[in-house]
């Protein structure tokens, strides 16, 4: 059932309270009048009855839901199924207002952003106010017609220029995929997944877009950082949308004129070639500037030299200005400064795409700005003398976004002169994920590409965390939650922000240069290594045992359930455990008469531990249901799907073994004493421990 955002929170603030609450609290906790509240409450008793569920309201006592926990969990999850955006916060309506105007420039009533949002009409009117002042800043004017709605006017390129920018801003928050979905990806290996930008871009056309451009394969867009190439795509994809609307950008001739056509051009004829080829449409040339424009803007992994004459021409005034620069930063300082060929190669990369953004006017975000400006004030007022040298270049004002980043690239080179007389080494760390495989892989990758050569990066499980691992790694990287260990832990976003990269660039200062924590891994390193995982796992295995008893006539897939709760809190691990052992046992039966005993093994994404337990039931005689054949005992052994995976079966096949060879250990197992069992498994892996290092040493 479709619910409004207003009746969402309601039942999100009554179902995750324990007992009654007044109404005055409910109407605090949403952010709304208590007269809109007990208005809305009208009409909540219609929905709550296809979950089996009743609203209560009690004078001198409250309001609550009543039902079954199994109807509320239900209804609980189908609230948070919708929107995620909290409709309370002022800030995050405001974007999600301007998304929505941006999406759709014909005209609409205050009504309908207020059923949208579930706020008044007079909220609504206050917001359009408050987001005037944004889209006039990129000549966009919101217009109000009595009678009839809102809607947006200005130029085509003024629209453009406004959703690139939204789109810039907000592409890392959940303004635009918690409200509509997953977040997107757009890289130059893989083709484009994800939402559809908050429904102003579309997901087809973006696919395409990047599909020509991927098979173009010109050495200028894959030499582009990826938040650059990122933007050209963002660029175009607008564009195409546009023109297929049939919105196309007034030609003046004005920016054609100052363009020269050189290689970006050439670039970005050959781009437009292959769209009109893949759209069927003929583009105009002014979208040829454009895109020569976000082209030459673009920031670059390297620099590249044209061979061109006028080009070596241009690198020798660039060269001069950045001697200005430098000295306008730091007279003292600035002859060293001048003579850090990194800093000089690496300012150059950035002043290119600089100018061309002065010059024309085009934006650029800079999402640590408040941090630099917070964190490094001196050098950042230096920069700002910096920036008057580059005015008077251009003859264009320099924003404090582009001060921002002039202030990271002057502190690193006055960094690596402060640190010229350390001793620099490559810094151990360790990326985590829940496996090992998935997201610390991916992060690992970018994190190479953004700290080339400065770190030895190794992907690891939570699980894989071992005492030897520790002890040569300097910092971890985690994506997930972790028990805090000796070693320094950084909490990520696994899509790594800039703020979440400015951490690791800290942490990689400081141990680049302390001594070595490890002198490096030789054959013993390794083999102690190993002997920890193993020792690890082993310890896991008995600590964790588990001995629970059922009902004698519980049902196979009354156990399974069982089986799933007592292992794991989380309903959905619950789930997979239970899925997991059933096809384990539709392959072949893994209830074994002849032994008395059922051995219910399998790999699951259910646990994330190596698992063993012992199911009886109550009365420690046999379980009553057809299905078991009179068997007395169930052993449960689970193993995650990891990358432990061979000393996580070697274990557990050890143990398998004990049930047939060892008749000691099933004696004390039918006697049903949790920690005799624990007592006799912990006795024979100690054996197996034993035997594993001996044939290590051999």
């Known amino acids: 059932m479709e ?145 009839s709605g809102i809607s947006v006017e200005g130029s085509e390129e003024s629209y453009r220029r406004a959703i690139r920018a939204f789109i810039d801003k907000n592409i890392d928050t959940k303004v635009l995929w918690e409200a509509y979905g997953e977040e997107p990806v757009i890289s130059r290996e893989k083709k484009y997944h994800g939402s559809n930008m908050g429904k102003i871009l579309d997901n087809e056309i973006m696919g395409r877009v990047i599909e020509c451009l991927h098979g173009i394969g010109h050495d200028r867009m894959l030499n582009m950082t990826e938040n650059s190439y990122r933007g050209l795509v963002i660029h175009i994809s607008i564009a195409i949308e546009r023109m297929i609307k049939h919105e196309v950008v007034e030609d003046t001739g004005e920016w054609r004129q100052r363009i020269t056509e050189d290689g970006d051009y050439r670039l970005a004829r050959l781009i437009v070639e292959q769209l009109e080829k893949e759209f069927g449409i003929a583009i105009p040339e002014v979208e040829v500037s454009y895109i020569c424009l976000h082209i030459k803007g673009a920031k670059h992994e390297r620099i590249q030299w044209d061979e061109e004459k006028t080009l070596e021409i241009e690198s020798r005034e660039m060269q001069r200005l950045v001697n200005d620069m430098i000295d306008a930063f730091d007279p003292e300082q600035g002859y060293l400064m001048k003579q850090d060929d990194g800093f000089i190669q690496g300012l150059l990369a950035h002043l290119q795409p600089t100018l061309i953004r002065l010059m024309y006017g085009m934006q650029i975000q800079n999402p640590v700005l408040d941090d630099i400006k917070d964190s490094y004030p001196e050098m950042y007022r230096s920069c700002e003398k910096v920036a008057k040298i580059l005015e008077d270049y251009t003859g264009k004002q320099v924003p404090e976004q582009e001060i921002g980043f002039l202030t990271v690239h002057f502190g690193a080179a006055m960094v690596r002169l402060e640190g010229r007389k350390e001793e620099i080494r490559k810094v151990q760390a360790g990326v985590v994920c829940s496996s090992g495989i998935g997201i610390s892989r991916l992060m690992s990758s970018k994190l190479e590409k953004v700290f080339r050569g400065r770190m030895q990066l190794t992907a690891y499980g939570k699980n894989d965390i071992t005492p030897y691992i520790a002890s040569k790694t300097d910092f971890f990287i985690s994506s997930i939650p972790m028990e805090q260990l000796d070693v320094p832990i950084v909490f990520v976003n696994p899509l790594l922000s800039e703020g979440d990269i400015e951490k690791i660039r800290q942490m990689i200062y400081k141990y680049e240069r302390l001594p070595k924590k490890h ?150 197992v039918a006697k049903g004493d949790k920690e005799e069992i624990r007592r006799v498994l912990s006795h024979n892996l100690k054996k197996y421990f034993n035997r594993y290092i001996g044939k290590l040493g051999t």
């Open 3 to 147: 619910f409004t955002p207003r009746m969402r929170q309601i039942f999100q603030v009554l179902l995750k309270e324990p007992s009654a609450i007044s109404v005055k609290y409910l109407a605090e906790q949403i952010g709304v009048s208590r007269r809109t509240v007990q208005r809305e409450l009208e009409y909540i008793s219609a929905p709550l009855q296809e979950y089996g569920l009743a609203f209560v309201s009690k004078t001198g006592v409250g309001i609550w839901i009543e039902g079954s926990e199994e109807g509320k969990q239900q209804l609980l999850a189908d609230s948070m199924a919708g929107d995620g955006y909290d409709v309370s916060n002022r800030e995050e309506r405001r974007k999600r207002l301007i998304l929505e105007i941006l999406k759709e420039k014909g005209l609409r009533k205050l009504y309908y952003y207020s059923s949208q949002f579930g706020v008044s009409e007079a909220t609504i009117s206050s917001d359009l106010e408050a987001v005037e002042g944004w889209l006039g800043a990129y000549g966009l004017l919101v217009s109000r017609k009595p009678g």
């Open 519 to 668: 002198n490096g891994a030789d054959e013993f390193s390794v083999q102690l290594e190993e002997i920890n995982l193993m020792a690890a796992q082993i310890g896991a295995v008995i600590k964790h045992m588990d001995f629970f008893k059922v009902d004698n006539h519980i049902s196979f897939g009354e156990l399974l359930i069982a089986i799933g709760e007592k292992l794991s809190p989380y309903s959905d691990r619950q789930e997979m455990i239970r899925e997991d052992i059933l096809r384990r046992e539709k392959i072949a039966s893994q209830v074994f008469a002849e032994f008395g005993f059922a051995l219910l093994h399998t790999r699951t994404k259910g646990v994330t531990r190596p698992e063993f337990s012992v199911c009886m039931t109550k009365d420690l005689g046999a379980f009553l249901h057809p299905y078991f054949k009179g068997i007395k005992i169930v052993f449960v052994m689970l193993i995650p799907i990891d990358d432990n995976i061979k000393v996580n079966t070697d274990i557990m096949g050890y143990i398998s073994s004990m049930m047939i060879e060892e008749y000691e250990f099933m004696d004390v």
